[in-house]
């Protein structure tokens, strides 16, 4: 069988495989090429968190790239330009990435109990739990709440009798006890175990151990964990003002943020329409100083063709986002690096999380998908990333002896 050859072409490199040909290049190509790098952005996702695969993937290209053991020129090509199609920080968005359109949610999943942990070879399991929950992410006088679940080996729930349910600090502190939860019956087999953060206790800050030793009639002192991350003084609060507009056809949102200590800040947010079907994704990193601040929050404009958006509102949701506790200003860390100084280390919890902003928001006004642009992402980045596949490809060549 012949080879695939690779051609460069004024510094243009063009794939001739009858994938690319297929999918990217003939047809209604803005429809085509989108499914495929819409399919590619799920496999990715899927890959990485096991969600179901759904999205349509004409000719399999984006299970191709994923599954690929050998990253040939015609791999490399594919990957990029459907990785390249969007920027890096504004993404497609689907029903089965779960753990982008419901981010903090604990999701059920259940784990076994044995007698001797580590349990030894061919141990079985004396019982299952789970834990489930509306977020792993506490605030300042807002509770931490997860529900308890305990299985019998056939499946069965069975009712708990919870002994203590006590509170750890993040490793950084010691792991010391911090507080104590409450407990109670929920319905349906679960038992809820909630705690609350208090403003300004430094032991209730970073990643939180929740440890619940209970007994069941068989199966005594059963001690299970569930972990939060935990901010009891918020570095920022978001103002729950907005306003949305179309820049270079793409749509931005702009939220208020009431900025209370300086630093570098990450966040994350997600569109969906008013049926509550999600379409895009945006990942914003910025360093901030105190007071009031805009976030522009760009949701790239091809994206809502790609994901066959027709018209109407759109919602803001999921929105979050979290002060960086770094022990230097990274804005200097450049320099600090080329005067070959001694870089400090973390000696608190990393993460400072602002409280969710409620409710989500919805656009001032609807959209039709005619005002978003159809033009692909165009960036230094993507051009600096064509010239290292153009040189991979080249490379390849001369080491299996094509001309």
Known sequence: MEKKKLYIVGGIVGVLVVAIGAVLMSGRVTNRAGRAAVAFEEERNRSSSNQEYTSPDENGVAKKVQSAEV?????????FQMQYRYPLDSRPLTRTMTDLTEPFKIQPARHPIYAHNPPGEGEKPLLYYSW???????TANSPAVAFLE?????????KPRVISADVYSDFTFGRKLAGQATSEAAGDGKTKISWTPRDGERLHWGEIELRVLFDTPNVKNNLVVADFSSTPTAPALFTGDYYDHLENGSLVI??????????KYVFDANVFDQ???????VHLVTYL???????PLQFFGIIFHDREFNQGKLVLKNLRGRRMNLPFDPRKLDGMLARGEVIPTNTEPLDEWIPLPSPDYVTGR????????????????????????QQYARDWDKQNGQS
């Open 275 to 281: 049926s509550g079907e999600p379409y895009g994704r």
């Open 150 to 158: 305990v299985f019998d080996l056939d499946g069965n729930v069975v």
């Open 254 to 263: 702009d939220a208020s943020i009431d900025v209370k200590k300086a630093g």
């Open 132 to 138: 489930s929950g509306p977020s792993h992410v506490v």
């Open 366 to 389: 609807s959209y039709d998908v005619d005002e978003f642009s159809k033009k692909e992402y165009e960036g230094l980045d993507k051009a600096e990333r064509l010239k290292q596949v």
């Open 71 to 79: 990253a040939t020129p015609e791999i490399m090509m594919l990957q």
């Open 289 to 295: 100083e105190r007071g009031q601040q805009k976030l």
